[in-house]
């Protein structure tokens, strides 16, 4: 899932410089993978680059707790997992409330157990 900052609009001229994609997870991982594939085809189709920046560490939150801090101006997201909503249940001194401070843009991926 692709998350903003929570409260960002759009003006109609968007994007007019590139986009930042943080990553949670470290380079050359499933998830980084599928995050720098969407971002090639992304920038392709939005006509500027799509930049994958991993911020790996705290099972995703400093990508996340980053993000949340960014200006919500679309221009910063969050390559996220699902489990996301769990961080405040899992992590103490978390800075962020990823309810209250992301806002889910896409679906991207998910993944099935084979039977």
């Known amino acids: ?34 995050a720098r594939i969407a971002a090639k085809r992304l920038s392709e189709r939005l006509k500027q680059p799509v930049l994958v920046e991993n911020r790996p ?13 960014a200006p919500a101006d679309g221009y910063t997201l969050l390559w996220a997992s699902s489990s996301i909503p769990l961080f405040p249940h899992i992590y103490q001194n978390l ?3 990823p309810i209250k401070d992301l806002i889910g843009v896409v679906g991207v991926a998910r993944s099935i157990r084979p039977r």
């Open 57 to 69: 560490g705290a099972g995703g939150t400093i990508a996340s707790a980053t993000v949340a801090g």
């Open 95 to 97: 800075k962020l409330d």
């Open 1 to 34: 899932m692709l998350c903003i900052p929570q409260a960002g609009a759009q003006a109609p001229s968007y994007p007019l410089k590139p986009i930042t994609v943080l990553v949670g997870i470290g380079a050359g991982s499933n998830t980084d993978v599928l």
